[in-house]
């Protein structure tokens, strides 16, 4: 997948469209309330990054969204105003060609669909589609728990990428949202959400690092909900991740942060990504990213995130 090519003025066009469109007119699935079967999980072989003659340096992106109650309007703010900024950030500072894979998580414990699976896109009208085709199922449980161990799983198990295994580069692989994850996952829940034969549970800090080996992962907080500078879920992350947990004070600026990060580890300097942003982005993208140091090569040294 991702072999058709960006286009900012094929964007503008699509995100014309939406100023007349209500959230269900775009997320179809949210209003049959029902799992796409482009996105549904169950007998996931691997998506794939690949190299190609439009984008011969493929570099592979995972981006998967909190979709239960309180994160639900971001992938509306993403294809309605920032799929531009993200994709236009990225070729502009060192990422020549991005294949992102938007994915979606809930729950597991509470919701029908915990795990939506996308494609590694580069085109404008196939991101925007995979975008759309999420179901914004709106759920989750009552704690401070979610399912992002599912995007570990995937990343790590169900992802065939040519940037890892031709050229020894990892790609990148973001969580969105504003909980904990759930610590384990068993074998019952796996089989019927994926058609897993297992016979054991399977773990979050396992899952996470069979993911690190291909991937740079982060999580990004959006600390603007109940969760904000709750320390319960800032000392989990903090000391799961290190540097590579992020704080996002505004959501708006979640396509400029993860774009900054993926330019920040090719090499980029933060400064020169963030002087095309407008004053509050910038700020907000700066401090999300203040302590994150890149070595040489990209190879992260280390650091703890602001706190």
């Known amino acids: 997948m991702g072999y058709a090519k960006w286009s900012s003025d094929a964007y503008e066009h699509l995100k014309s469209s939406y100023s007349r469109k209500s959230r269900a ?22 998506r794939e990054s690949r190299d190609s003659e ?31 900024a993200l994709m236009d ?14 994915s979606a998580i ?5 919701d029908k669909a915990p795990l939506q699976v996308g494609q590694f896109e580069s085109g404008t009208e196939e991101l925007n589609e995979c975008l759309s085709d999420i179901f914004i199922e709106s759920g989750g449980g009552g704690g401070p728990t979610e399912s992002y161990l599912l995007a570990w799983l995937t990343g790590g198990r169900h992802t065939s990428i040519d940037c890892f295994e031709k050229r020894d580069t990892k790609g990148f692989l973001f969580t969105v949202g504003d909980e904990c994850s759930w610590e384990s996952i068993d074998a019952g829940t796996l089989k019927a959400l994926i058609g897993y034969e297992e016979t054991e549970t399977l773990t979050a800090r396992g899952l996470l690092a069979e993911a690190q080996r291909m991937y740079h992962v982060f999580h990004i907080h959006i600390n603007e909900t109940n969760y904000r500078d709750n320390p319960h879920v800032i000392n989990y992350w903090r000391d ?32 020169t990504v963030t002087s095309g942003f407008d004053s509050s982005t910038a700020a907000n993208v700066k401090r999300a990213l203040a302590r994150v140091s890149v070595g040489v090569a990209g190879q992260p040294e280390s650091g703890v995130i602001r706190l």
């Open 25 to 46: 007119d775009i997320f179809k699935h949210t209003r049959s309330r029902r799992i796409s079967d482009a996105m549904d999980p169950y007998g996931l072989t691997f």
């Open 54 to 84: 439009a984008h011969p340096n493929s570099l592979a992106i995972g981006v998967f969204l909190d979709v239960t109650g309180s994160m639900g309007s971001i992938p509306e703010l993403l294809i309605r105003h920032k799929l531009g």
């Open 89 to 102: 950030t990225l070729t502009a500072h060192g990422v020549a060609d991005p294949q992102v894979m938007f």
């Open 106 to 110: 809930g729950d597991h414990v509470s």
């Open 240 to 271: 799961l991740l290190g540097q590579n947990f992020l704080i996002l004070d505004d959501h708006r600026g979640l396509a400029e942060l993860i774009a900054s990060t993926v330019a920040l580890y090719q090499g980029a300097a933060l400064e």
